[in-house]
């Protein structure tokens, strides 16, 4: 075999070996792509299929080409990334969150959703991720500063909400009226349809400052808000998810991601339910001042 044979066979064993490591490197990383997508039980693999609302701000706000922002997405997004896995969102309204993840149709809900105990037996649900106040509102100019102030007056909350709960119980006096979802609850107490509105402190410390509302009556909140999932969901994607959410504690994003959306110093409920907090707002302006 003369010099020149031997090359081209040198040069044809050398093309043979790289063409076989890309191949190689391309089923790497394939699989790899499809053990992550494995990982949990979802709506579609690799991909959390999550519930959220249109107008509940600060927690969830879905924009007009359809793009939710807010502190719940915030935090979801940041948790999913680190997970490495992609949201896709569904606007719907409370109602359509929790009937939704019982029929299956979600892997999540991404909102300021209350914990309640009734709740708990429909579906899963995280670790707190934020604890707040209830509010009762009134247009500006309103005289009422207590709960008695309401009997025999129509107040508005979201069919569903832990809110509508809240006057059933703390405002019997009151005459309920229910409203799908909190654009069409403001809509009625700016037009006179009701005197008072219920909601949650951060909404409605968000709608007082771009609506002539004011809070008449505050109380702290039963219960925290939180990620519900599926019942027959993965338990380790909930596992997960409360894992990624005080990583984001301990290395300062969540207090970041909750200095962008309120004001008000974190309660001590949260710091109970989530006590890595406890080192990060210590000595600050976010420390509880309820006790």
Same mark, same amino acid.
């Given at each position: ?45 690799? %991909? ?7 107008? #509940? ?37 409370? #109602? ?26 429909? %579906? ?10 209830? *509010? ?10 207590? &709960?008695?102030?309401? *009997? ?28 799908? *979802?909190?654009?069409? &609850?403001?809509?009625?107490? &700016?037009?006179?349809? %009701? ?42 994607? &909930? ?29 001590? *409920? ?22």
């Amino acid at each position: 075999m003369n010099s020149s044979s031997r090359r081209s066979l040198l040069i044809g064993a050398a093309t043979a070996g790289l063409l076989l490591l890309s191949l190689t490197a391309c089923g790497g990383g394939s699989e790899a792509a499809g053990s992550a997508a494995a990982r949990y039980k979802l709506v579609q693999n690799g %991909v959390i299929t999550a519930g959220t609302q249109a107008e #509940q701000p600060p927690f969830a706000v879905t924009d007009a080409s359809g793009k939710p922002s807010g502190f719940a997405v915030d935090l979801m997004n940041e948790a999913a990334e680190r997970l490495d896995l992609k949201v896709q969102y569904k606007t719907t309204n409370l #109602q359509g969150i929790l009937a939704g993840l019982s029929a299956g149709q979600y892997d999540i809900g991404v909102a300021g959703v209350g914990a309640t105990p009734e709740r708990k037996k429909q %579906v899963a649900f995280t670790t707190p991720y934020y604890w707040g106040f209830t *509010d009762v509102v009134t247009l500006k100019g309103g005289k009422q500063t207590t &709960l008695p102030d309401f *009997d025999g007056k129509r107040v508005g909350a979201v069919s569903g909400s832990v809110q509508e709960t809240f006057v059933h119980h703390e405002m019997s006096g009151a005459r309920l009226v229910q409203f799908k *979802d909190q654009t069409a &609850l403001i809509a009625q107490l &700016l037009s006179g349809g %009701v005197e008072a509105i219920v909601l949650g402190g951060a909404d409605a410390d968000e709608y007082a400052r771009k609506q002539p509302i004011r809070i008449a009556v505050e109380v702290d909140s039963l219960q925290g808000s939180a990620f519900p999932l599926r019942k027959d969901g993965d338990p380790k994607l &909930l596992k997960d998810l409360d894992a990624q959410i005080d990583a984001m504690i301990d290395d300062g994003t969540y207090v970041k991601l909750y200095k962008k959306y309120f004001h008000d110093p974190i309660a001590s *409920d949260l710091i109970r339910e989530r006590p890595k907090l406890a080192r990060q707002v210590m000595n600050t302006d976010l420390a509880p001042t309820r006790h």
